[in-house]
T-cell receptor, first 115, second 115 residues
C-alpha cells in the first residue's frame, strides 16, 4: 500500500507570494492533518480535514487555509508569505477522525523556504 | 490545554546499552499516547501507542514504552541500542474530547547512539 505523498518536496518563494501544497493520503484514509515543523516551535498543528470538512484548527493566522477533496486528497494554501513561514510542512493521514485510537501516518513533508 | 514534555533535548547512549527517552504529559481524561521517530529529511514514522490495557506497550524495531498513570509518564525504552536508532524522537498525546482530540507533540529528543 502506497504511503502518504506530498508535492512538491521542496519549494522556494519570496515574501508576499502565495503557495499551495498538496497531500495524497493512504488509500482508504479519510482524515488528513497538516503540521508545521520549525526548529524553534517544533511540531505545530495547523488543521485537520475529514470527509471534506475541517474538523479542527490550530492557532495559525487566516493566511493559512486548506481544503479536502472528495477523493480525500488535501491542499493547504499560505497567502502573503512571510519569512517566518519557512518550515517543513507535514501531512498525516489516518483512518478515522481525530479523537480515535488510530495512529497517523506522515508524508515526507514539503520544505518551504521563503526569501 | 493538553501538553507534552520531553525534558531532554539530547540523549547519548553507547551501542548495546539500554536507552530511555522520557516523556510526561498533561491531558483531561484518559490519554492516548504515541511515539514517533524522525530521520533526517523524512516525515515521522509511528513506533507505538498506548490506548488502554497493559501498561507496557511493544512497538516497532524493538522499542517499548511504559505508561505510568500516577506519574503521567510514557517513557520510551529499548534494551539494546543500535547506531541506526540515532534519530529525533517525538512523544505525542491525544485527548478524547473537543480540541483535545488533536495530536499534541513534545519538543522532541535527539537520540545519538555512539558506536
Amino acid at each position: 500500500k502506497a504511503g502518504v505523498t506530498q508535492t512538491p518536496r521542496y519549494l522556494i518563494k519570496t515574501r508576499g507570494q502565495q503557495v499551495t501544497l498538496s497531500c495524497s493520503p493512504i488509500s482508504g484514509h479519510r482524515s488528513v492533518s497538516w503540521y508545521q515543523q520549525t526548529p524553534g516551535q517544533g511540531l505545530q498543528f495547523l488543521f485537520e480535514y475529514f470527509s471534506e470538512t475541517q474538523r479542527n484548527k490550530g492557532n495559525f493566522p487566516g493566511r493559512f487555509s486548506g481544503r479536502q477533496f472528495s477523493n480525500s486528497r488535501s491542499e493547504m494554501n499560505v497567502s502573503t508569505l512571510e519569512l517566518g513561514d519557512s518550515a517543513l510542512y507535514l501531512c498525516a493521514s489516518s483512518l478515522e477522525a481525530s479523537g480515535g485510537t488510530n495512529e497517523q501516518f506522515f508524508g515526507p513533508g514539503t520544505r518551504l523556504t521563503v526569501l | 490545554a493538553q501538553s507534552v514534555a520531553q525534558p531532554e533535548d539530547q540523549v547519548n547512549v553507547a551501542e548495546g546499552n539500554p536507552l530511555t527517552v522520557k516523556c510526561t504529559y498533561s491531558v483531561s481524561g484518559n490519554p492516548y499516547l504515541f511515539w514517533y521517530v524522525q530521520y533526517p529529511n523524512r516525515g515521522l514514522q509511528f513506533l507505538l501507542k498506548y490506548i488502554t490495557g497493559d501498561n507496557l506497550v511493544k512497538g516497532s524495531y524493538g522499542f517499548e514504552a511504559e505508561f505510568n498513570k500516577s506519574q503521567t509518564s510514557f517513557h520510551l525504552k529499548k534494551p539494546s541500542a543500535l547506531v541506526s536508532d540515532s534519530a529525533l524522537y517525538f512523544c505525542a498525546v491525544r485527548g478524547t474530547s473537543g480540541s483535545a482530540r488533536q495530536l499534541t507533540f513534545g519538543s522532541g529528543t535527539q537520540l545519538t547512539v555512539l558506536p
